[in-house]
C-alpha cells in the first residue's frame, strides 16, 4: 500500500523568508512523486513532479523540491516567499514501478504568507 | 488545448433531485478522474477510467452516485437522488499513463 503525509496543516511565513512544506511517503517500490497548488476557487496545478535523477526538482513559480531517499521525505520548498505563494499545497505519490497504481494525495497544507 | 472543462461551475439543487456534472478531458489523455473535496475530507477519489473503462469505482460513495465515460472525450458524474450532504465541490482530472493530472476548474455543488 502507498500513502503520503503532510504533516502540516498550515504553513505560516513573513514575505521574503524562505519557505519549506513537508511530504513524507510510503511506497513499495520507487517513487513517483508530484506537488500541486490550488488557489482559491481553483482547480489543482501541477507544480513539479520527481521519477528518477537529480534529487532537487525545479518546478513552476520558483518553487523547487528535494528528494530524500533516507528519509522518505520530498518536501516543497522556496528561497523567497511572495504573499501570491498563499494556496493550498498538496503532495501525492505512488510506486513507479507499479504500473496501474495511480497517486495518492496528502490532505494538503495551507500556506500563509504575511506581507 | 483549453485543458480539462466541467460543466457547470455553480449548481445548486433541491433534495432528491438528479445532479449531473460534465467533463471533457484533455484531447489524448487515457485516464480520466473524477474527486470530491470538502473542507472535513478533503480531496476524495471517486472513481477513474483508463481508456473509457472504469478501473476503480471504490470511492463512489453510495449506489446514488454513477459515473460513465460513452468517448474519450467525455465523461459525467451523477448523482441521484441528492442529498444534503453530497454538497462538495467535485473535480475532474485528466492524465496520459499516469504521470501529472490536469485539474478542471471544479463544479461547486450545493443541495438543499
Known amino acids: 500500500a502507498q500513502s503520503v503525509a503532510q504533516p502540516e496543516d498550515q504553513v505560516n511565513v513573513a514575505e521574503g523568508n524562505p519557505l519549506t512544506v513537508k511530504c513524507t511517503y510510503s511506497v513499495s517500490g520507487n517513487p513517483y512523486l508530484f506537488w500541486y497548488v490550488q488557489y482559491p476557487n481553483r482547480g489543482l496545478q501541477f507544480l513539479l513532479k520527481?521519477?528518477?535523477?537529480?534529487?532537487l526538482v525545479k518546478g513552476s513559480y520558483g518553487f523547487e523540491a528535494e528528494f530524500n531517499k533516507s528519509q522518505t521525505s520530498f518536501h516543497l520548498k522556496k528561497p523567497s516567499a511572495l504573499v501570491s505563494d498563499s494556496a493550498l499545497y498538496f503532495c501525492?505519490?505512488?510506486?513507479?514501478?507499479?504500473?496501474?497504481?495511480?497517486?495518492?494525495f496528502g490532505r494538503g497544507t495551507s500556506l500563509i504568507v504575511h506581507p | 488545448d483549453a485543458g480539462v472543462i466541467q460543466s457547470p461551475r455553480h449548481e445548486v439543487t433541491e433534495m432528491g433531485q438528479e445532479v449531473t456534472l460534465r467533463c471533457k478531458p484533455i484531447?489524448?489523455?487515457?485516464?480520466l478522474f473524477w474527486y470530491r473535496q470538502t473542507m472535513m475530507r478533503g480531496l476524495e477519489l471517486l472513481i477513474y477510467f483508463n481508456n473509457n473503462v472504469p478501473i476503480d469505482d471504490s470511492g463512489m460513495p453510495e449506489d446514488r452516485f454513477s459515473a460513465k465515460m460513452p468517448n474519450a472525450s467525455f465523461s459525467t458524474l451523477k448523482i441521484q437522488p441528492s442529498e444534503p450532504r453530497d454538497s462538495a465541490v467535485y473535480f475532474c482530472?485528466?492524465?496520459?499513463?499516469?504521470?501529472?493530472?490536469?485539474f478542471g476548474q471544479g463544479t461547486r455543488l450545493t443541495v438543499v
Open positions: 484531447s489524448g489523455h487515457d485516464y
Open positions: 501525492a505519490g505512488r510506486d513507479a514501478s507499479g504500473g496501474s497504481d495511480i497517486p495518492t
Open positions: 482530472a485528466s492524465s496520459f499513463r499516469i504521470h501529472e493530472a490536469f
Open positions: 520527481y521519477i528518477t535523477g537529480d534529487n
